[in-house]
Structures are given as structure tokens and as C-alpha cells.
């Protein structure tokens, strides 16, 4: 029994994940440099619940690395709680327990089909955090008995009396490194989508957990990424582009599925409740240089084809509100989707990919080389197991739904003091 307390005690004193971010002890944990290593998802469980701001982010890397951690000046107050490599079923549960904040107003969702795909339903220390389901009490005590939480509570420790980090994070996106993992990423990416299998399932699984948020009179808006011209021809290029017309025909449905919601309470962007945008597709963004080798001339839009920067983040942010672009190429980024607009949409996103390929920048003929000679000579593809939801997965996520459902009428009633 000691040493169980001894075993929980640490990672309750050290918090390695930072989800008590108030409680900050000098020589122990004042620099949380292992909070990154379950992709946030720990902190993040816990904030969806405990944030007291008005608009968060939802997604993957790409809005983790992509979005401005807070926003000081955002009316309501702004937190980003993306989450590496999340999935259409851990987004859905974010959502489900995001309705249950009533602190938050709106919520952005950042998505593609990397989080649509066959690939996994979660990461492993998604069953430590309260986006699985069980009490926030049962989540923290799960986390109090895990084998990687010690660890990284001992790294934590470690590094805040020796003054050490986790180097290979904090390296991650040196300038000098960038043009090399652009290249990296050309077959990269192109190996992943010559096998990729798209699930139209998790986008229901998705939209029922959104269904949770617009019932408790939050504002929702899903986006799809804006990644790198490099990264949207590996997807053509390895024969994914249809799931890319799939992907947007199948938001607009849904959205009209839900077409006779109910205004937000509290709405941060102009529209209904519940909107899309596309960010994709080749827009001029998109089509701009790769950071050159010697690092002098970092791309000031993405560090990798895949991850954008918190500036392209900022400018969705903007965009969704109405503001102004900073920076010229910024005129008319980002695109409505829904079913009026998907036509329009669907055009663009192929006007663009035609003037990327005809555009004879250097950039864009290294790449369009590239995939020739990954054309000629393939690589081995990238496929594991395949796996999809079951209706177990189903169930749970309705019970959660349903739980937001009653917090949200216990909340109405009490204000209209029955």
C-alpha cells in the first residue's frame, strides 16, 4: 500500500499532464515538458469540462499546432484543445462532453479526412480522460494508477530540477529542418492515401456527438483544413480525390439534415447555429512556397505540408468572424459549405488544383516531378488493420448525449426557477 501512494502521489503532486494548470511548484512542475506526450489528450479531457472561456478549438495536430494556444483579446475568451492524432469517434465525445459546459458558447471543429478514416477509433490515453465516458473522479483515478503517468511525472520532475525538456518536441518545427520534411512528406503521404479507406459512418458518429452541443444551444462550426498544395495532390495523386468530393457532399447533407435548428444562446459568428466552411482545396494559401533548405526563408504559412501555422489558424478565426484579412492572399479564404454552396464549392476546389498545376512555380513543378516518379516507381503502400464502430460504440455515445441532454434541462429549468 506505501508504495501505491507513493505511486499516485507523485503524478498527483507533479501533474505531468496539466490538468490542475493553477497549482505550479518551482523545482517540480512549473514547466509542464511532458504534458505533450499523450497529444494533450488528458488536459484537454478535463478543460472541456473546467474552461470558463467562450469559443474553443476541437481537432487534430492541426489545430493543436495550427491555432493560437488562448487569444487574450477574443471576446469570451479563446482556448485551443486540439489533440494529436484525434479521431471522428474521440472528436464525438469531446463534443458530447463539451455540451456539457456551459461556459462555452461556441465551438469550431477542425477536420479532414485523415479523422474520417479506417485507421483507429482512439489513442490509448483516451481511457484515462473523461471524454470516455465515465466520471471525471474515475478518470483522474485511472490516471493516478497509470504506468505512463509515473513515467512522465518523473520526466516532469526530472527536467524542472536539471533545467532539461523533451528536445525532439521542442525541435520539431526548427526552420532548418522544414524544407526536408516537406520533402519527406511528398511520398509520405502519398503512400497513406493510395490505401485509404473512407468511413461516412464517423461522420455521423461526429454529428450525433455535434447534436449533443446544438441541443445545449452552443454554436458549431466545422471547417476543413487548409493544408498544403504538396499534401492535397499526394491525396489526387494517389487516387484519394473522391473521398475529398465525398467528404464535402456528405457536411452539406448533414447540414441540411439539421437545417431547422434552434438559434444559439450565445452565437460568436454570424449564421445559424450550426455552419461549415471549406479551407481546403488548393486556395491561394495553399499554393504558396515551401520554406527554402537553408531555413533564411521559412514559408510564414506552414511549418509541413500538413500543419499550418497559428497565423493560417488566427485567419480562420477571423474569417469566421467577419473581420478583415491581414495579408492580401487572405482575400476570400475560406469558402460556406452547405448544400446551396457545395456546387460552387466542388468548382473551386478544382479551379484551384488547375492553377496550381498550371501555375509553373518551381515549387509546384518539383512536386508535380515527384509524384511522376512516385507514379513510375510506387512505394510499399501504408495500410494496417482496418477498424470501424460497433454498435457498442454507438450506445455509449447516446448515453453521453443523452446525460449532456439532461444537464442542459436541469440548467433551463433552473433559470426559469422551476
Not at 514547466?31 to 474553443?56: F, K, N
Not at 479507406?197 to 449533443?212: E, T
Not at 439539421?258 to 455552419?275: I, M, N, T, V, Y
Not at 533564411?296 to 488566427?314: E, I, Q
Amino acid at each position: 500500500m506505501l508504495w501505491l501512494t507513493g505511486f499516485s502521489g507523485t503524478i498527483l503532486l507533479v501533474d505531468p499532464y496539466g490538468i490542475a494548470p493553477w497549482i505550479s511548484i518551482e523545482g517540480v512542475n512549473a514547466r509542464r515538458t511532458r504534458a505533450h506526450e499523450d497529444g494533450y489528450r488528458i488536459q484537454a479531457g478535463h478543460r472541456l469540462l473546467h474552461t470558463d472561456v467562450g469559443t474553443i478549438t476541437l481537432g487534430s495536430s492541426r489545430v493543436l499546432d495550427g491555432f493560437p494556444r488562448q487569444l487574450p483579446d477574443w471576446p469570451g475568451g479563446y482556448e485551443n484543445l486540439g489533440m494529436s492524432g484525434v479521431s471522428g469517434f474521440e472528436l464525438a465525445r469531446a463534443s458530447a462532453l463539451a455540451a456539457r459546459n456551459d461556459a462555452i458558447h461556441c465551438v469550431v471543429i477542425g477536420l479532414d479526412l485523415r479523422e474520417l478514416s479506417t485507421d483507429s477509433n482512439t489513442q490509448a490515453t483516451y481511457w484515462v480522460t473523461p471524454m470516455a465516458g465515465g466520471s471525471e473522479l474515475t478518470s483522474t483515478a485511472k490516471m493516478l494508477l497509470a504506468p505512463n503517468a509515473f513515467s512522465r511525472a518523473l520526466e516532469t520532475l526530472y527536467d524542472n530540477l536539471t533545467g532539461g525538456s523533451d528536445t525532439r518536441w521542442e525541435n520539431a518545427y526548427r526552420e532548418d529542418r522544414l524544407r526536408g520534411r516537406f520533402l519527406e512528406e511528398l511520398p509520405k503521404r502519398y503512400r497513406y492515401y493510395g490505401t485509404y479507406q473512407y468511413d461516412p459512418d464517423r461522420l455521423d458518429f461526429l454529428f450525433r456527438g455535434i447534436d449533443a452541443l446544438l441541443g445545449s444551444g452552443k454554436q458549431v462550426v466545422i471547417f476543413i483544413h487548409p493544408v498544403h498544395a504538396w499534401y492535397e495532390e499526394a491525396v489526387q495523386r494517389a487516387g484519394a480525390g473522391e473521398y475529398e468530393t465525398a467528404l464535402r457532399r456528405d457536411i452539406a447533407a448533414r447540414l441540411t439534415a439539421r437545417s431547422g435548428q434552434a438559434a444559439a444562446e450565445h452565437a460568436c459568428f454570424d449564421g445559424p447555429a450550426l455552419q461549415a466552411w471549406d479551407f481546403g482545396g488548393f486556395q491561394p494559401v495553399a499554393r504558396t512556397a515551401p520554406p527554402t533548405a537553408d531555413g533564411l526563408a521559412p514559408s510564414p504559412w506552414y511549418y509541413v505540408p500538413s500543419h499550418y501555422r497559428p497565423t493560417v489558424g488566427r485567419a480562420i478565426l477571423e474569417r469566421l468572424a467577419g473581420h478583415e484579412p491581414s495579408d492580401p492572399i487572405l482575400e476570400g479564404f475560406g469558402r460556406r459549405l452547405n448544400a446551396q454552396t457545395l456546387d460552387a464549392d466542388l468548382a473551386a476546389f478544382q479551379a484551384g488544383r488547375q492553377a496550381w498545376l498550371s501555375s509553373q512555380a518551381p515549387w509546384a513543378i518539383e512536386a508535380d516531378q515527384a509524384f511522376d516518379a512516385l507514379d513510375a516507381n510506387p512505394p510499399p503502400p501504408e495500410a494496417g488493420p482496418r477498424i470501424f464502430l460497433t454498435h457498442s460504440d454507438h450506445v455509449d455515445l447516446e448515453r453521453q448525449v443523452e446525460r449532456a441532454a439532461r444537464h442542459t434541462e436541469r440548467r433551463r429549468a433552473a433559470s426559469r426557477g422551476d
